[in-house]
């Protein structure tokens, strides 16, 4: 853990969300998933928020966009957004797996990598103590082809994917690790392996490879961690309340937001979502953004 943590400002951009998910910079906003309300919004950085079109539905979505600006949105399946706005099956993931679909990056090929925990959100708690991991990740290729790259994930959370598409790393929330693949040139993962033992949910990665990851921290706190592969903690941000995401955007990719709300437990969803202590935040880093998404 560094020793001499940098003492930053952090700004409150946005506040009053139920819980806001999975952002993204795209397009000069940050886009981000607001499960409280089944929307898809964006905000600029002055604050400006706006409300561009319905979610997934439930919890567990996000979204993200093909290299020719379509967006994709998961849920019970993947969905592509046509430009008179109509929504269509992107790909038929159903023989994957029925739990639906979380998770999403789109690497540089244009391959679309998504996740899913593959089990009843309502059997939470029993999973968790188990120590079963039943996720999955599937790959759509650029061709459209669709097929399952990867298993016994402990409930995968976050994917980014290498500037040079070599490489993914995707949060295994369950087993508080980061894990790693090799990307071949067909899309699929090989040579799994630990690429740092350290906690995350939403994960971005900057230009010096390391990547920044999202969790919650004691007593209902959060933090938001700059992590080198092995586990070297580089730089550290302490929140007061739990993190779920993080990405680095910007016009010069150097600011670090955080997606950030209390945390009530699984069995009270519901109350999480009412009570709108969500938040975006935001804070100034030195290395920016790089990779997927």
């Known amino acids: 853990m560094p020793q001499d943590a940098p003492t930053r400002q952090i700004e409150v951009l ?23 309300t089944n929307e898809i919004a964006a905000v600029d950085l002055e604050g400006n928020g706006e409300v561009i079109g319905p979610g997934g539905g439930g919890s567990g979505w ?22 008179d706005g109509s929504r269509v099956r992107h790909a038929d993931l159903s023989d994957i797996s029925p739990y639906g679909w979380s998770e999403i990056t789109v690497d540089g090929r244009g391959n679309i990598y998504v996740n899913s925990i593959n089990f009843d959100f309502a059997d939470f708690e029993d999973i968790m103590a188990s120590g079963t991991a039943p996720g999955k990740i599937a790959l759509v290729s650029s061709e459209g082809d669709a097929r399952e790259v990867a298993e016994d994930l ?3 959370n976050g994917m980014v994917v290498t500037p040079d598409n070599t490489t ?8 508080r690790r980061l894990t790693a693949f090799d990307i071949a040139a067909d899309g699929s993962l090989t040579n ?9 949910d939403g994960i971005c990665i900057d230009a010096e490879g390391a990547v920044w990851c999202s969790d919650v921290g004691p007593d209902d706190e959060g933090v938001c961690l700059r992590v080198r592969e092995g586990g070297e903690v580089l730089d550290r941000v302490e929140l007061d309340r739990p993190c779920y995401a993080c990405m680095l955007g910007g016009e010069d990719g150097r600011t670090l937001f955080m997606v950030v709300a209390k945390w009530f437990g699984p ?21 920016p953004h790089a990779g997927w998404p």
């Open 14 to 36: 946005l506040d009053g969300l139920g819980m806001g998910e999975s952002p993204r910079w795209h397009d000069g906003r940050l886009w981000f998933s607001n499960w409280g």
């Open 62 to 83: 996000a979204a993200n966009w093909l290299p020719d600006g379509l967006m994709l949105i998961t849920g019970p399946e993947l969905t592509r957004v046509e430009p």
């Open 154 to 156: 402990a409930f995968p």
């Open 168 to 175: 993914l790393i995707v949060a295994e929330s369950f087993a």
């Open 192 to 200: 799994r392996r630990v690429w740092a033992d350290v906690t995350g």
């Open 267 to 287: 069995d009270r969803m519901d109350e999480l979502l009412q009570a709108k202590t969500g938040q975006i935040l935001t804070a100034r880093v030195d290395v």
